[in-house]
């Protein structure tokens, strides 16, 4: 598989102010520009985890912010599917406490109804080199290369296309993992669920050793731990049942767009991908404000209102920041909007930085303990996937 990112001078005067007046350090409890800044230092919890709490303010609003810095030389980051499974949900400190992890934060955008497929990646998602769900509108994507000296990460926008090719034939795949969609042609992985949960009437063609094995329409069929499962319910059906014999040759190939991304952000050489998840928005780039929340086509209300905000940062030293923003308590904590977010990040001294999944999903956990206050009335909520940091001397993942 193959990996293929002038302001006005007002603008950036607004920004230096801003970072002068809101923070020196990272815990600083800030009352105004201008006013006492009373600072605490990070601490260590272990060996290249520290973690602290500042109480920020923006104006007269309060603003209670939760921060793990790691060094990726003694830590791993890995994403983490609820249930390790593409659809379930599960809370952060569940993951966390399966996979014994030192700390861990919600990671990315999910489905969240009440229906079976709730917890399916709501954009691209990777784990262990292996696509579990498509992309789309070239939102912000945090990649992850664990190698046996330390962690590296990037900041990039995936552009790919799936094909199915059957024989000599080829058929444009629609998505991966998820519920299909009327002249869909969907794809599902063992990471999926234990079967496809398709209706009958779709045709469904069983893969296991790159073989056609089954071709059925009775729906719901089981996927092979070996190989894959293509669906569709329109009007491919004719098409995927005159080339699906069995004993064929099948596959899925992940084929690079030819299109330029629309920024140019491209993948850092961090070397192979394990990990990715997406979020929406870029938040710093190269060591400035960068928001693309339009061309991600987020709501302006999710941008500009105030939000409980998780999001992950890079830092001029090296370090690698995680940090979650309680919000919607009012008089506690208001949340941030994505140029405040930017703004504070900025301010501490991170260069690149990215929002993940925010609102009632935003936790962090470190040690087993919940350290922010979630918004939703019931506390924690259930998630479909997280970021979990674990130690490398303890060889746990």
């Known amino acids: 598989m193959s990996n293929n990112f002038s302001f006005m001078t007002s603008f950036f005067l607004r920004h230096k102010m801003l970072a002068f007046c809101t923070a020196v350090f990272v815990t600083a409890f800030v009352f105004g520009c201008g006013s006492q800044v009373k600072a605490q230092e990070f601490r260590t919890v272990h060996d290249g985890v520290e973690y602290a709490r500042a109480d920020h303010k923006i104006g007269n609003d309060p603003v209670k912010i939760d921060l793990l810095r790691l060094d990726l030389s003694k830590v791993r980051i890995d994403a983490k599917m609820a249930l390790d499974t593409v659809i379930g949900t599960e809370t952060t400190s569940s993951i ?65 296309e799936f094909q199915l090719e059957i024989g000599k034939e080829t058929f444009l795949v629609n998505g991966l993992n998820r519920e299909i969609k009327e002249n869909e042609l969907i794809v599902f992985t063992q990471e999926f669920h234990k079967t496809t949960l398709a209706k009958a009437g779709c045709v469904e063609v069983a893969v296991s050793n790159e073989r056609i094995r089954t071709v059925s329409q009775a729906g719901s069929l089981r996927i092979p731990s070996d190989g894959f499962v293509a669906v569709t319910c329109g009007d491919q059906r004719s098409g995927l049942q005159r080339a699906a014999k069995a004993g064929r040759k099948a596959n899925v190939f992940r084929v690079e767009a030819t299109r330029k991304r629309s920024d140019g952000y491209e993948l850092d050489d961090i070397g192979r991908i394990e990990d990715a998840v997406a ?53 506690v904590s208001v949340g941030m909007t994505l140029q405040e977010l930017a703004d504070y990040l900025l301010s501490i001294d991170a260069v690149d930085a990215m929002n993940l999944d925010g609102g009632g999903s935003t936790a962090m956990v470190l040690d087993g303990k919940l350290v922010n206050t979630p918004s939703d009335t019931n506390g924690e909520r259930k998630i479909g996937d997280a970021l979990i940091v674990t130690l490398r001397n303890t060889g746990k993942r």
């Open 279 to 331: 979020g929406v928005s870029l938040l710093l780039r190269d060591g400035r404000v960068e928001l693309t929340w339009q061309q991600e086509k987020a709501a302006r209300s999710f941008a500009e209102s105030r939000h409980p905000r998780t999001a992950v940062a890079k830092l001029k030293d090296g370090k690698l920041l995680l940090v979650t923003v309680d919000g919607r308590q009012p008089g």
């Open 96 to 160: 966390a406490a399966r996979y014994g992890a030192v700390a861990a934060v919600n990671a990315g955008f999910f489905r969240l109804d009440t229906s079976i497929f709730a917890g399916e990646p709501a954009n691209f998602f990777m784990i262990d080199g292996k696509v579990l769900s498509e992309g789309s509108n070239e939102r912000i994507t945090l990649a992850i290369a664990n190698h046996s000296s330390a962690t590296r990460v990037s900041f990039f926008r995936p552009i790919a």
